[in-house]
Antibody, heavy 123, light 108 residues
Framework: QLQLQESGPGLVKPSETLSLTCTVS??????????WGWIRQPPGKGLEWIGS???????YYNPSLKSRVTISVDTSKNQFSLKLSSVTAADTAVYYC???????????????WGKGTTVTVSS | EIVLTQSPGTLSLSPGERATLSCRAS???????LAWYQQKPGQAPRLLIY???SRATGIPDRFSGSGSGTDFTLTISRLEPEDFAVYYC?????????FGGGTKVEIK
């Protein structure tokens, strides 16, 4: 059974870089047809897609965050990671990693999710 | 980007009743690439429907999706106690993928 688990600091200072890692177990991150990515949810609000990566390293980012986001993959560890730079209080959210199921001619829906990790931006 | 508007914001119903949730897109969603998720407090979203009408693995058949173009519907035929939650739609026909603001289904 495929499982995803987020890890990383729960508290980040303003202007610093948020760094999270997602560890995939029960399956290979190198599977075809799947991207791997991140979604966030500010407290009491809806979902925002951040970006995704294929095992080969190909990435897609949300234009609203693109200048600050880097997603990378480590196939040897079955992990992928998120870095979000120059954070502010507006980046406080629950961050989810998820498997992205690619649709032919389109993009992806998220069929397996991690439990999420809360990141607070505060000094 | 495609903006998804969900209505109503909150739906107050009793167990056993039928729930009808709407998701309207600001432009046509190509190939009916629309998904629905359920989220309970403190939990991650769970995929219910993809391709507008295909149920995900393990999803009960009381959940059904329909629609095309700009108008989509999630129907729960008979609400069970565990169905009271927030529901989100998501389009994946265009980049960036986007989510609706959610509909909360609460116990009346």
């Amino acid at each position: 059974q495929l499982q995803l688990q987020e890890s990383g600091p729960g508290l980040v200072k303003p202007s610093e870089t948020l760094s999270l890692t997602c560890t995939v177990s029960g399956g290979s991150i190198s599977s075809s047809s799947y991207y791997w990515g991140w979604i966030r949810q500010p407290p009491g609000k809806g979902l925002e897609w951040i970006g995704s990566i294929y095992y080969s390293g190909s990435t897609y980012y949300n234009p609203s965050l693109k200048s600050r986001v880097t997603i990378s993959v480590d196939t040897s560890k079955n992990q992928f990671s998120l870095k979000l730079s120059s954070v502010t209080a507006a980046d406080t959210a629950v961050y989810y990693c998820a498997r992205h199921h690619w649709a032919p001619g389109g993009y992806y829906y998220m069929d397996v999710w991690g439990k999420g990790t809360t990141v607070t931006v505060s000094s | 980007e495609i903006v998804l508007t969900q209505s109503p914001g909150t739906l107050s119903l009793s167990p056993g009743e039928r729930a009808t949730l709407s998701c309207r897109a600001s432009q046509s969603v190509s190939s009916s690439y629309l998904a629905w998720y359920q989220q309970k407090p403190g939990q991650a979203p769970r995929l219910l429907i993809y391709g507008a009408s295909s149920r995900a693995t393990g999803i009960p058949d009381r959940f059904s999706g329909s629609g095309s173009g700009t108008d989509f519907t999630l129907t729960i035929s008979r609400l069970e106690p565990e169905d009271f939650a927030v529901y989100y739609c998501q389009q994946y026909g265009s980049s960036p993928v986007t989510f609706g603001g959610g509909t909360k289904v609460e116990i009346k």
